[in-house]
């Protein structure tokens, strides 16, 4: 079946700019998972989703980052006023239940100039 | 703090050449540690769980092990297909959701 999807695959954004980024899950899987990768390091988790509901966004590093998820399926991570900073790879990733193996998209590459 | 520390930061093999690499971490109450592995510019693609101390899982040139503070990653025979950062992470406690503690990796490179 589908795996994870992601797009945009690449983004180039100004400063102070607004983005959405989009993930689709594996079908039938109830959680979701945001997470950011800078370059030589390891996933930094953002927020998840049980459902329709974030049950732990306690990754999110300002109030600039907001993410939605309204028909538990589709999810969009929405970053307002970006800065130089966001700049990273974001990875989505989608689990049967919340303790489950979890499985990557592809990721988005963002850039803020 | 829940913390996942992998070493070496990188390693180079020649193919054929069989290793390990570690995964040490600090938990409170481990739920479940996971290895990934993920190509440039890519997603992590799973690899393994292990859920206790003494399990060991296999896959192909692959085996991952688990003891109470760390885990194994070992190569054998590798070739240069398998060439990749393996990523460490871990899932804590049963009150902690699902969201996963990383390692920052290990660059594998294999020459033939």
């Known amino acids: 079946g589908a795996g994870v999807s992601q797009t945009p695959s690449n983004k180039v954004t100004e400063k102070g700019k607004y983005v959405e980024l989009r993930c689709d899950p594996i079908s039938g899987h109830t959680a979701l998972y945001w997470y950011r990768q800078s370059l030589g390091q390891g996933p930094e988790f953002l927020i998840y989703?049980?459902?329709?509901?974030?049950?732990?966004d306690s990754g999110l590093p300002n109030d600039r980052f907001f993410a939605v998820r309204p028909e538990g399926s589709v999810s969009t991570l929405k970053i307002q006023r970006t800065e130089r900073g966001d700049s990273a790879m974001y990875l989505c990733?989608?689990?049967?239940?919340?303790?489950?193996?979890?499985?990557f998209g592809p990721g988005t590459r963002l850039t803020v100039l | 703090e829940d913390q996942v520390t992998q070493s070496p930061e990188a390693l180079r093999l020649q193919e054929g050449e069989s290793s390990s690499l570690n995964c040490s971490y600090t938990?409170?109450?481990?739920?479940?540690l996971f290895w990934y592995r993920q190509d440039p510019g890519k997603g992590p693609e799973f690899l393994f769980t292990?859920?206790?101390a003494g399990e060991e899982k296999e896959k192909e040139r692959l085996k991952a092990t688990l003891t109470k503070k760390e885990s194994f990653l070992h190569i054998t025979a590798p070739k240069p297909e398998d060439s990749a950062t393996y990523l460490c992470a871990v899932q804590a406690g049963y009150n902690q959701g699902g969201k996963l503690i990383f390692g920052q990796g290990t660059e594998l490179s294999v020459k033939p």
């Open positions: 292990l859920y206790s």
């Open positions: 989703f049980q459902g329709t509901g974030a049950a732990d």
């Open positions: 938990v409170s109450g481990l739920r479940g």
């Open positions: 990733a989608s689990s049967l239940t919340e303790y489950n193996e979890q499985f």
